[in-house]
């Protein structure tokens, strides 16, 4: 299930509520990086995917609001739709995933919520799949589709250069009706097919383009300059 979603610094970006442990180093595939480690009340673990993107953060922040065209770079994603924007920084959105043959897909419906700490030079999305019955206030059931309640998972953008950021994607999902030492078969699937797409988005010039009339512009500028003089 790939989610809208969509910066290392896990001291200053924790997932809310979850007793920390430590990521255990997995494996590196190709240039992305995967760690691994227990989730609380869960045989699935979480993911954790690190790569650098040579794309400016602004062109990244553009890719990962455009929810419509998750289907182009999220994991077997084939729908993303915005379901209510309280604002830029809260909206909550319905994605829905496609599973192997004769499996249904899985739907789910997510809060997201920005946070920006450009002082700093990083920002996060922060994801959480909505519980039984609120889930299902927002969007009905879907005849056809299994609807999921449990995932957490945050996009972190670490600002490197002008036009380089390192990016993380942490996410843990239950896909409901499977067991748990199957879907750990093949739970870095999504974060590192999700990076792998993220690196395709951003040389489109649409998301260039868009990047261009973010509104976090300046703050970006700042850091930099700020970067330079130090």
């Not at 602004?58 to 994603?77: G, L, T, W």
């Not at 997510?110 to 799949?129: C, I, M």
């Amino acid at each position: 299930m790939a989610v809208f979603l969509l910066l290392v610094t896990t001291a200053l970006f924790s997932q809310t509520g979850q007793t920390e442990v430590a990521w255990k180093y997995w494996k590196t595939k190709k240039d992305v990086q995967l760690f691994k480690r227990s989730f609380p009340n869960s045989g699935i673990i979480e993911v954790k995917a690190v790569t650098v993107i040579d794309a400016a953060p602004e062109v990244i922040e553009a890719v990962i609001r455009d929810i419509p065209a998750y289907p182009e770079f999220m994991y077997e994603c084939i729908e993303g739709r915005e379901i209510k924007k309280f604002d830029d920084e809260n909206i909550i959105i319905l994605n829905v995933t496609k599973l192997p043959w004769p499996l249904e897909p899985r739907d789910v419906v997510v809060t997201t919520k920005v946070k920006k700490d450009f002082v700093n030079g990083r920002f996060e999305v922060a994801l959480v799949g909505l519980k039984s019955p609120e889930s299902e206030q927002y969007v009905s059931p879907v005849k056809g589709h299994v609807r999921m309640h449990e995932l957490t998972g945050t996009f972190q953008c670490e600002l490197l250069e002008r036009n380089k950021c390192r990016m993380t994607y942490i996410v843990h999902a239950d896909p409901s009706g499977l067991p748990a030492i199957v879907v750990n078969l093949f739970v870095d699937d999504n974060p590192y097919g999700t990076l792998q797409g993220l690196k395709k988005m951003v040389i489109r010039d649409k998301y260039k383009e868009l990047g261009k009339k973010s509104k976090y512009l300046e703050s970006i500028e700042k850091y930099f300059a700020s970067k330079k003089q130090s």
